[in-house]
């Protein structure tokens, strides 16, 4: 298989991922004035599907080359690194957002326990939720992407083995087949102490992540990641459209169901990625990636701009907006805040992260500055972060 190491990063992908970032981080802060204009209010799927599908591409780029040309030990070595990093974060982000969510119990009466965020079992069944906690089965609502990625970087290393030795098709259909399988069986990932299962479902989830490692993969072939054919792009962008309507007009229901298919296939639910789901995020991905108009202006845009910089400090850029999404939910709640109240708030916030990725740049720099350079084998992505 011919991969070869890209010799620079791709800072398109990082604008993308800080724009995912940050439409995340005001959807998490529900009944926000800006939340009914961030893009999932006008399809089906929203950023997080974005930001899985880039994830994957990353992957591509930052595990793959030394992968496919056999030095194994290495990039599985890197990956159980970055899961243990996220493991980490994910039980740092937690008792974080538990903590501002309390203090806004204690202070205001916030009604934490009254709206579906899972924290009344933790209050509950606290010595099973004490067990949970460091599993990853007891997450709180806001606090339950970062599992998802955990468990796409353990199965990665499944989908190189058979991209490295069978190829990228039978890739993609192992991604599928285990997608499938866990729409006909219901299979999801145990939600411990409480019941069912886990918001996002990395049985089905993972097909997202595979199709992104997919287009990275041809990528580093030096191959058009998905060949541009005219009538499919203005298909994709039909398809577009009709759902934006569909979504809009809440025509839910209104189309009958195919009775020969599980209803998880169809089922517009965050877990399952229906197909519909699926689509939408398949054809925003063709359309935007095909857009000469899009893509060029991503392409003038800065590497060392604000969107870049975000974007290529995504896990801590990601950590910090989860925290202060739960500050923005217990102030909106304490301080009944206003229009004028709720942008600055926001605002402050997407400050507060920009910083964050200026300062980790800053520090980066002045870190490389000390060692001697050293020839680009490997891309820097930051393969899952948010």
Known sequence: MNIKPLGKRDHRIDILRALALLSIFINHIPGNVLEPFTHKNFGLSD????FVLLAGVASAFAYFPRFAAGAIALPLAKIAKRVVVLYVAQLASLMVGLGIFCFGLQQWGMPIL????????????????????????????????LPLYVCLLI???????????????????TSFAVYAAAHVFGLNMPAYPGRGGWFFNPITWQLIFGIGFFIGVRVLRGQTPVPYYRPLWWLALAYLIATCIYHRYNLYGTIPSVSWLPRN?????KPWVALPRLLHILSLAYVIGHSRLIMGWLGRLSPDGVLSRIGRNSLPVFWLGTALSVVGQVAMFAAELGTAGQIVFIALGILAQAGLAYFLDYLGKASKAKVAPKPVTEPAQDPIAA
Do not use: C, W
């Not at 099973?128 to 992407?145: D, E, F, R, S, V």
């Not at 296939?265 to 639910?269: G, H, I, R, S, Y």
């Open 47 to 50: 950023s997080a599907e974005a």
């Open 114 to 145: 009254d709206t579906p965020l899972n924290i009344d079992t933790i209050f509950a069944q606290p010595t099973k939720a004490l067990i949970g906690i460091p599993l990853m089965t007891q997450q709180i609502g806001y606090h339950n992407i």
């Open 265 to 269: 296939f169809l089922v517009n639910e």
């Open 155 to 173: 199965f990665l290393p499944v989908l190189m083995v058979v991209a490295r030795f069978f190829g990228l098709g039978a890739m993609l259909f």
